[in-house]
């Protein structure tokens, strides 16, 4: 079946004019703070000599891979919200959702390195240094580029290559997989489940080594002094934050069958902007 479609329309997170407004100043706020925060902490880290352990390596990583996860959607989002019609052309859409997933399985992976980098710091100190050097910590950062490419070249690849004839209305604010299989013009069931195998498996299982990991460092608390707690539990409390608030709406939404909910586009703000 040949490809009909040039271009996509958008639903938006709202077709309330009052609540498109408000709206547009809320994630406006949201994305200021969001680049705003995010170029503080590279900038703090990049002209501390103190900050140079491989912690605050993986925090600026991370910092830089959030500014261009967020940029791929929020600024759209932001314009589209004054837009009578939210277009979006059929190579831009492919280009949304490689990016989408780029930025996004690199962040889960470089979470995931970083709740190994913490296991090792608390629970093996001594030996922190030696097993967290340069070499290690660049190779682990390589290795989450490269997972986010080869995840994001799949996915995309299984989408671009589907025959879209109409109707071209996807109901989200950005281009992603499921609600693209619902406008293909073909039987979408196989790349269903190759998407849940890729997308969803890889959310499930660096959840689980994430919650594995941060077990071990909890349960390490009960030999420590209440200040070594402290400092622990300062160190974690904030990643532990994020995960929670990245993983949980990502494996909801992508470790299920070929179906959208209305409720995807709120719990996708979630991984995509909060």
């Known amino acids: 079946m040949e490809n009909n479609v040039t271009e996509f329309i958008l639903t938006g997170l709202s077709q309330d004019e009052e609540v498109q407004q408000l709206c547009f100043f809320l994630f406006l706020l949201f994305y200021i703070i969001l680049m705003t925060g995010n170029f503080l902490i590279i900038m703090t880290i990049q002209k501390s000599p103190n ?31 004054q837009a009578e019609v939210k277009l979006i052309s059929f190579v831009g859409c492919m280009i ?15 979470l995931t390195v970083m709740a190994y980098d913490r296991y090792v710091a608390i629970c093996k100190p001594l030996r922190y240094t030696s097993i967290m050097d340069w070499k290690v910590f660049s190779t682990l950062v390589a290795t989450c580029w490269l997972g986010g490419f080869l995840h994001s070249f799949i996915q995309t690849i299984l989408t671009v290559q589907l025959p879209f004839c109409g109707p071209n209305l996807i109901d989200h604010y950005f281009c992603d997989v499921h609600p ?7 039987d979408t069931y196989v790349v269903g489940l190759i998407v849940v195998a890729n997308s969803g498996m890889i959310s499930l299982s660096c959840f689980v080594i994430l919650v594995g990991s941060y077990t071990v460092i909890l349960l390490s608390f009960k030999t420590r002094s209440s200040e070594g707690r402290r400092k622990a539990l300062s160190t974690c409390a904030s990643h532990i934050t994020v995960v ?6 990502c494996i909801f939404i992508y470790l299920r069958p070929s179906t959208t909910f209305t409720e995807d586009k709120m719990v996708a703000v979630f991984y995509t902007i909060i």
Do not use: N, W
């Open 51 to 81: 900050l140079s352990s491989p912690m605050y390596f993986f925090l600026r990583f991370l910092s830089f891979v959030d500014i261009c996860y967020s940029s791929v959607t929020a600024p759209k989002l932001i314009i589209d919200f």
């Open 96 to 110: 949304q959702l490689f990016c989408v997933h780029l930025f996004g399985c690199t962040e889960i992976f470089i």
């Open 180 to 186: 693209l299989l619902k406008l293909a013009c073909a």
């Open 244 to 249: 929670i608030l990245f993983f949980v709406p």
